[in-house]
């Protein structure tokens, strides 16, 4: 039992090379999925708290926004990885605006007909962005990331001792007219520490990135592309999405594409949302998620604004 327990949870790191399966982007809410991931400028109020914090800057209403995304594993077909993040924004009129976001990776999956957690993640992070005028926007997160074996795995696990560490990201925005963003992002620019406080092995990190896109931002249509290089692992990714409004932002509707590492496939992403006065819902599916859910996710987001 020990044995295929050790297996699995080294099956789960190896697969994610930690943080909830990096290319899968767990920070991002069901309004940036359905757009194909491309939201260094085009990024919602809670997307640009992970993602490009200078989105943060022209920010003029306090928002909260809960995600839910359940992911097939892929270990045996019982495994799931749910993932809920939480986002709020606070502006500052004329003094740009503060956001917060906690995320939460679960692991679980069915071992001898029990269901067990096997592994899990936790992110915190805390973001500012200020419009230096009209043109410039510029931002800064500051995250807390640890990670953690499940309870449920025995005491043959309690000797690993997951590192709480420090990351951030940078972000900037430049707009030669109002309609068009050009955006520049760092993500997780100083690298989550991955092995255990007891382990003897070499250092490794969550992958380190540099994100660029444009994008056309309009009240009717706004379309979308960003190109990714992760420095860690030398892939390069290009997501490109668009977003069509209805009745005055009433209804929405968007659709996009990944392209993971260029020769990993195709990811097809599309989604809609409605608004109600003060609130907000969006659902996202892609399909697929690379080896992670073979059956596509599903994202679904809830939020208020005021």
């Known amino acids: 039992m020990k044995r295929i327990n050790f297996f699995i949870i080294i099956l789960i790191m190896t697969t994610f090379s930690l943080h909830a399966a990096f ?104 973001a500012y962005g200020y419009a230096i005028n009209s043109s410039f926007q510029v931002g800064l997160t500051a995250k807390l990331q640890t990670w953690s074996i499940g309870k449920d795995l025995g005491a043959e696990f309690d000797d690993i001792d997951a590192p709480l560490t420090f990351n951030a990201n940078i972000g900037a925005i430049f707009k030669p007219i109002p309609e068009l963003s050009i955006g520049l992002a760092g993500i997780n620019l100083i690298g989550m520490k991955i092995n255990s406080k007891s382990s003897t092995s070499a250092k490794e990190n969550v992958p380190r990135s540099v994100k660029a896109g444009v994008g056309y931002i309009s009240p009717i249509i706004n379309v979308a592309g960003d190109v990714e290089f992760v420095f860690d692992t030398t892939d390069f990714n290009i997501y490109v999405g668009t977003e069509k409004n209805f009745f ?17 496939g195709v990811v097809p992403t599309a989604g809609f949302g409605i608004t109600l006065k003060m609130f907000k819902v969006d659902y996202a599916f892609s399909y697929p998620i690379s080896s992670i859910a073979p059956y596509g996710n599903h994202k679904l987001t809830a939020g208020v604004r005021f």
């Open 23 to 126: 290319i899968e982007h767990p920070d991002i809410d069901a309004r940036g999925e359905s757009v194909g991931s491309a939201v260094v400028t085009l990024g919602s109020d809670g997307n640009s708290v992970n993602n490009n914090p200078a989105l943060l800057g022209t920010v003029d209403l306090i928002s909260l926004t809960v995600t839910g995304s359940p992911l097939s594993l892929g270990v045996e077909d019982s495994s799931l990885i749910n993932c809920l993040l939480a986002h709020g924004v606070v502006p500052f009129k004329g003094a740009g605006a503060l956001g917060i976001s906690a995320n939460l990776l679960l692991v679980h999956a069915e071992i001898e007909g029990i269901s067990k957690n096997l592994y899990n993640e936790y992110e915190f992070s805390l």
């Open 248 to 264: 005055a932002n009433l209804f929405r509707v968007g659709a996009g594409i990944k392209l993971l590492n260029i020769s990993d």
